[in-house]
């Protein structure tokens, strides 16, 4: 029997055997498992997986993509693969960078040194055994090119700032399939472009990050049923915009599912929870959280707890996860924008979202640091992140109608900016950045992509395309 191959299989088919044979093209047995990101309710279908070892792989696979003409879309995990596939990628050779996840720590210079496929669970507890820790975010198994590339937002967050911002180096393939640094000597304006503006600029093959000297962090979780909400998010967004830096929390309505792995007390409830950490001796912690515990919450687990346990406080689920979610950044949370959202969410509503979460911003993730990249600040006061499960395509749709009604539903509140790394659908990537952070961002994606080689899930274009300037 003959096949015959599209022109596109045809271009694609000559990457195989790269990879030591770890190209994989539709139809071939391994295609449909290499390409499943971790957001399980997404079906990207590329032209080719390529999942690199090394880094001369990543340039092998780059240099012949450019020869076949394809896009090079990079990914580590698939957390954030959403806008990729509403783009659809025919002509594109995602890079899946999961078998790169070597970690190096370097306690006496606290930097830690990983690949560009690993996760924050990788390099977390290595960088624990040395009493230090990273800026990760809520998710263990988050990966780190991804979430540092697009900002990043931890537990650590109002005292430290945003995770770009303590990135030290990054390697990378670029569209002309060289192995290039940047940091705070060489390549300078690529380095500022990576902290913040996302996978634009090549395939991220490893990164350097400051760690910081954090054993311990006062942390855990207050709980209440649901019929509490309206008091505990009233008195959470009076305290928020005063609380100091040290403390960095999350209020979330969660309607749990009746599923086993649960714990008990929790399992198939609807709860308000309110989590975070605090930097600092027991007693400003217990000062800084005691409004919030006046209010008799039903469980109290916040205590003196070891750094490295902050990768789970949030209890984010691990593995592929069929999720749909929306997002927005909020300048002020009052009375109005409150009602809103318990209307939305709260005990009355029949909204399908599993969780609705507010983020405190504020303290260091307003005041742009020295020396800062792409990404200086979020200037909001709320990043609001509504999400559910979507096991069936039914259950998608209700929870996107769902998700984009939060976020439609506050938009008198909202700063007209997007976090997106907290964007999982198409945004208008402009929202990201401020106007010369945009335009310079432009202008660095056009000095070192003028071909348009790579697909990032955030596109910053170029200055000039289809013979006119670009917006
Ligand atoms: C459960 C969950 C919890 C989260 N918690 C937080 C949180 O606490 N704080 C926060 O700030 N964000 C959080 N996020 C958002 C997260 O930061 C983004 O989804 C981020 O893009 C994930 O990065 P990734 O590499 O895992 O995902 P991917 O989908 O693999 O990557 C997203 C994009 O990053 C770029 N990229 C990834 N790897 C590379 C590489 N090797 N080279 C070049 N470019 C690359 C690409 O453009 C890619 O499209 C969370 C998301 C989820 C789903």
Known sequence: MTISLTPTARRAASLAGLCDGAVHLPGDAAY??????WNAALD????????????????????????????VAPQSTGHNAGPLVGRGLDDVVLVRTERMRGVTIDPTRRIARVEGGALWIDATEPAADHRLAALHGSSPDV???????????????????????????????TA?????????????????????GGGNFGVVTALEFRLYPIETAYAGMLIWDRDQAERVLRRWADWAPEAPDAVTTSFRFLNLPPLPTIPEPLRGRSLVVIDGAVLGCDA?????????????????????????????????????????SDSTLIG???????????????????????????????GALGRAPEGHGALATIDAAYAVFGVAIAATPEMAMQGQLDAHSLTRSLEPWSTGRSYLNFAENEVDARTGYTESAWLQLKGIRSAYDPDDRFLANHRVPRLFENGAVTA
């Open 44 to 71: 990207q279908r590329p032209a080719a997986v390529a999942l690199p070892r090394t880094v001369s792989d990543v340039q092998a696979v780059v240099r012949a993509a450019a020869a076949a003409g394809l896009r």
């Open 332 to 362: 002020e949370l009052g009375d109005a924008a409150i009602d809103t959202i318990l209307e939305q969410a709260g005990p009355g509503s029949t909204s399908s979202l599993l969780s609705t979460e507010l983020r405190q911003l504020g």
């Open 143 to 173: 990966g780190i090119a991804g979430y540092s590339l697009g900002g990043g937002i931890g537990w650590y967050a109002r005292k430290l700032g945003l995770a770009s911002n303590s990135l030290t180096a990054v390697e990378l393939v």
């Open 176 to 196: 002309d399939g060289e192995h290039v640094r940047a940091d705070a000597t060489q390549n300078v304006e690529l380095f500022w472009a990576l902290r913040g």
């Open 32 to 37: 449909d498992a290499a390409r499943l990101p």
């Open 284 to 324: 400003e912690a217990r000062s800084i959280l005691g409004l919030l515990r006046g209010l008799g919450p039903e469980i109290d687990t916040f205590d003196r707890v070891p750094a490295r346990s902050l990768t789970r406080l949030h209890m984010d689920p691990e593995g592929p996860t069929p999720g749909v």
